[in-house]
């Protein structure tokens, strides 16, 4: 069964440092999403991703984040300057069209 | 933005007990998705719902659309079925934007 893949599952880093997330969408799908969790709260939605723009942000996306599909199958999320705040489980999620989203396993971020 | 409500927030029973999840949103709907967030985080998809019933296995789920809330059944309970169970919606009209999720109700499954 198709999935989405992300990379790596854990990733610790220094504060100030950038970091980048990668993940593989399921292959014919045209949308693509960051959402957030940090722990013990809900899931926060970041960025849409569709036609190689980004589609809608929210007010978290700030221009600390950026995405990218720098390839036909992968898509990036990159975080500058992290901060202990950054610390969160990220996962990247796809969509063939307006219907069902599928998520990836996450990538848990800590910023020490 | 469109208001996510999830009940109730904790949840212990017994194994073989069953269960029913409640999930009120606030405007217009054309996604409603069902999830449970796994020990180790994970978001598996459960149901993908934005109006009728569906049912696979011992979980079945309901969304009225037009009275603006789900509800996520669980029967015969099982320790596995334990963690947080998630419902997110995406406003009708939108396109394809992002799903905005409940703050979830965390399950706890005693055997």
């Known amino acids: 069964e198709p999935e989405v893949t992300q990379t790596p599952s854990h990733q610790v880093t220094q504060m100030g440092q950038e970091v980048i997330l990668r993940c593989v969408p399921i292959?014919?799908?045209?949308?693509f999403y960051w959402y957030r969790q940090i722990l013990g709260q809900k899931v926060e939605f970041l960025v849409s991703f569709y036609n190689n723009e980004i589609s809608e942000k929210s007010e978290i996306f700030d221009d600390q984040f950026s995405v990218e599909r720098p390839d036909g199958s992968n898509f990036t999320l990159k975080i500058r300057s992290t901060k202990l705040e950054d610390s969160a489980m990220y996962f990247c999620?796809?969509?063939?069209?307006?219907?069902?989203?599928?998520f990836g396993q996450g990538t848990r971020l800590t910023v020490v | 933005g469109i208001q996510v409500e999830q009940s109730p927030p904790d949840l212990i029973l017994q194994e073989g007990a069953n269960s029913t999840l409640r999930c009120n949103f606030s405007d217009s709907v054309n996604n409603l998705q069902w999830f449970h967030q796994n020990p180790w985080g994970q978001l598996i998809n459960l149901f993908y719902?934005?109006?009728g019933t569906k049912q696979n296995g011992r979980l079945s789920a309901t969304t009225v659309a037009t009275e603006r809330y789900s509800l996520l059944y669980i029967s015969s309970s099982q320790t596995t079925d334990s963690g947080v169970y998630f419902c997110a919606v995406e406003v009708a009209g939108g396109g394809a934007d992002g799903l905005t999720f409940g703050k979830g109700t965390h399950l706890i499954i005693q055997p």
């Open positions: 292959s014919n799908h045209l949308y």
């Open positions: 719902i934005p109006s």
């Open positions: 999620a796809s969509r063939g069209g307006t219907d069902e989203a599928f």
